[in-house]
């Protein structure tokens, strides 16, 4: 494993001796905007909630820094530590702890977090990444474009289709059309020409934004028409005026749905859209035909959908198996695809690396996915709102995609490139003048030898990364094995990783991408650490965290970052720590996201900064002086944020709400300390009234975010300083 038995971390690390520099945020939101671009090694396979590499690469170059020390070689700055995150996730915080020198372990109670992780660590051989790749192009590319083409041989690049239902009361059947505009730009001031279907002929015709608002008229029946459908809102009307609410009229069986237009790259270049012809649906029915008699020629999707947060509405929409999913073209197509992947020969890398690529296919050809239209990426992914969510209006494009669209697996080995290039040579962020620049930086290239136990992990001569799928609250590490946690924990109720990563775990079971990748019917356990219930999640927090202590070394420190938006949630949280014999040495605000994204869009209060929580044994904590009380916490929480917004960062109340909670209710998780305050501060050696603590919290948090509001945003300007480590 090559570790240094003296190497240790600083106490007090630069985190707990002040605020984060200002510059980390200025470099998080730059790589907010596209993250998949900045990082690709952590985005060959889907995962959620990924943290911001440089903001994990900064925690740790932090960690290992005193008071005012300069970061010191980069590339050797985590030489002979050992990195463990107990929530891997997609291997953020391990692919930046392995370009700083450490030695990494890496767990996840998922197991397709645990084949991202495998992705973004493991070394690639080009010639035979490239050799496996023709293998299933040769064997799928023909058959499947064969069944994206019109009748003259033109690739057809997406096909529209409509779900339809009937009314309750007079059998109508009901497009469910919210409008009949089905393509449109995602500039519609500058390019106002869309695309509408006709209700009464069925032509696709063009209408201008600007100019027609509430009706179009057809180029080929000539009769006007309404552009609202049939739906609005959750209900129906069908055209004798019956109102229902589209569930009901759907009964527990999902939708029936109309192929109704195509967009066509034309012989010049030019995407045409189409209405929907006869041969389209001839060729859509022989695709039908094909799966049924495909027998082991196709991989199928498995198993069904459990109740969950994130399935339930997919569940009242009548979808009970990952089969329901796709269409019949699009099961056989993707089918072909996973088969030819599957047959692959031998149990390398490469590919698994493939197969995990094809992830980012079946993501985007499934019909749960809709129609962005022209500007930006056509497609909206079955998860761009982190729910199961049913489309009434669904998007079929071609899952080989040679020919443009999205996602198309023909893209597969030049996004492992791009990954490949970025292990072989890590780029990072500076900061020039102005300007965040991406630069090739001191960094170790990421090519660790993979060991898949802890005796494997601590004979490995060089850096070596031990990833496993388990519990973390039980793990096989030795007692003071690790010294130094970085993580990322799951939030309170929010994001339910396993209820979402069942839908690729259906593909990859019968895939095997590895030889133990498990054979199980869904990817969720009852170990899991979300939890609906606070005291449930603060019960299995406490249970991690009382192993990531027995693991962690004499001198060791836990970082993780942490998103909530409720006081309860954050409460958990500071109580599992206390219970699990952590003090809180500090709470750190950071940019963790950009402001466009679909959640903090629909968020009544935008939250965009993560709170770093640093703690150490509670045992080996000495305070040099008091501790600060709540009302100080929740002052030097909210003057951090305003030098934030004052930089130039776009931060509001939802933000202020959030850093003062963390602030506050980690009091109650400080250092073993006499009360203070009547009990209502204190640490392992004093009583917390925790309820008493939450009610503060919250009055605190909301003085903090109306003073927050009232105070103007500065136009966007930033004045960078020196590039902080």
């Known amino acids: 494993m090559n570790t240094q038995p003296g190497a240790s971390l600083p106490r007090p690390s630069m985190l707990e001796a002040g605020p984060v520099p200002v510059e980390w945020s200025r470099v998080a939101e730059h790589e907010s905007w596209r993250k998949e671009r900045h990082r690709p090694a952590t985005y060959v396979h889907k995962w959620w909630a990924r943290r911001l590499g440089s903001v994990t690469r900064n925690l740790l170059l932090a960690a290992a820094s005193g008071p005012g020390e300069g970061p010191g070689p980069a590339r050797d700055r985590l030489r002979g530590l050992v990195v463990y995150d107990p929530f891997a996730g997609s291997g953020t915080t391990l692919v930046e702890a392995a370009k700083l020198g450490a030695a990494v372990v890496g767990r996840d109670i998922n197991p397709v977090a645990t084949l991202t992780q495998r992705q973004a660590l493991r070394p690639w051989r080009p010639t035979i990444l490239e050799d496996l790749f023709r293998q299933v192009a040769d064997r799928c590319a023909g058959p499947v474009d064969e069944l994206y083409r019109t009748a003259a041989g033109e690739p057809v690049l997406h096909y529209y ?13 009901v497009e469910l059309f919210g409008t009949r505009i089905f393509a449109r730009h995602a500039y519609p001031s500058r390019f106002p020409t869309a695309h509408a279907l006709c209700p009464f002929c069925g ?9 027609q608002k509430a009706r179009g008229r057809c180029s080929e029946c000539r009769r006007q028409y309404p552009l609202q459908g049939p739906v609005a809102g959750r209900s129906m009307t069908c055209r004798r005026k019956h109102r229902t609410p589209v569930v009901t009229a759907l009964a527990g069986r999902p939708p029936h749905r109309r192929l109704y237009a195509k967009q066509v790259l034309c012989a010049d270049g030019i995407r045409e859209y189409r209405p929907a012809d006869a041969f389209d649906r001839a060729l859509y029915d022989q695709a039908s035909q094909d799966l049924a008699e495909a027998g082991e020629l196709v991989v199928r999707p498995l ?7 994130s399935t339930v509405q997919a569940i009242r929409w009548g979808y009970r198996s990952w089969q329901q999913f796709f269409n019949d073209r699009q099961q056989y197509a993707l089918g072909l695809i996973g ?49 199961l969510r049913p489309e009434r209006c669904s998007v079929e494009g071609n899952p080989w995609g040679a020919h443009g669209g999205s996602a198309g697996f023909a893209g597969a080995l030049d996004r492992l490139r791009d990954a490949a290039t970025y292990k072989d040579a890590p780029l990072d962020f500076v900061i020039r003048g102005t300007r965040v620049l991406s630069e090739s930086m001191a960094a170790q290239p990421i090519s660790c030898s993979l060991a898949t136990s802890w005796s494997g992990f601590s004979a490995a001569s060089a850096p070596a990364t031990y990833i496993a799928t388990g519990d973390a609250a039980r793990t096989d590490l030795p007692d003071g094995g690790v010294d130094l946690i970085v993580t990322d924990p799951p939030y309170v109720d ?24 498990p054979d199980t019917s869904s990817t969720r356990s009852s170990a899991e650490l979300q939890n609906t219930s606070p005291e449930g999640f603060r019960a299995t927090a406490t249970a991690v965290w009382r192993e990531c202590r027995r693991v ?51 968020a009544r209060e935008p939250n965009r900064i993560d709170v770093i929580v640093v703690c150490r044994p509670s045992a080996e904590t000495t305070l040099v002086k008091a501790p600060p009380t709540p009302e100080r916490s929740a002052r030097e929480a909210l003057q951090e944020l305003r030098e934030l917004r004052e930089s130039g960062i776009a931060l509001g109340p939802g933000d202020a709400r959030s850093a003062v909670r963390a602030a506050v209710l980690a009091t109650g998780a400080r250092a073993a300390i006499p009360a203070q305050r009547a009990g209502v501060v204190g640490g392992g050696g004093g009583s917390v009234d925790w309820d008493a603590l939450e009610i503060l919290a919250d009055e605190l948090s909301d003085a903090a975010a109306q003073s927050f509001g009232e105070a103007p945003s500065p136009a966007l300007g930033p004045q960078p300083k020196a590039v902080a480590p």
């Open 339 to 387: 088969a030819a992947l599957r047959d692959l020969p031998g149990a390398g890398a490469e590919r698994e690396a493939l197969i995990a690529a094809f992830s980012k296919t079946v993501e985007h050809h499934n019909l749960f996915c809709s129609y962005k239209g022209e500007g930006t990426g056509p497609v909206r992914s079955v998860f761009h709102n982190h729910v």
């Open 552 to 602: 962690l070394r004499p001198g060791g420190c836990l970082i993780f970052s942490f998103h909530q938006s409720s006081t309860r949630g954050w409460s958990a949280l500071m109580r599992s720590l206390a219970d699990a014999g952590f003090a809180v040495t500090a709470t750190r605000a950071v940019v963790a996201e950009v402001t466009t994204s679909l959640s903090k869009i629909a």
């Open 494 to 517: 929010n994001v339910h990783y396993s209820e979402l990563a069942d839908f690729f775990h259906a593909w990859l079971r019968a895939m095997r991408p590895y030889p133990h990748y």
């Open 203 to 211: 032509e696709v015709c063009k209408v201008n934004l600007l100019t």
């Open 161 to 173: 289709w409509v779900a339809l239902a009937p009314c309750p009361e007079c059998g109508d059947e």
């Open 303 to 309: 198993g069904t959908l459990d109740e969950g947060a």
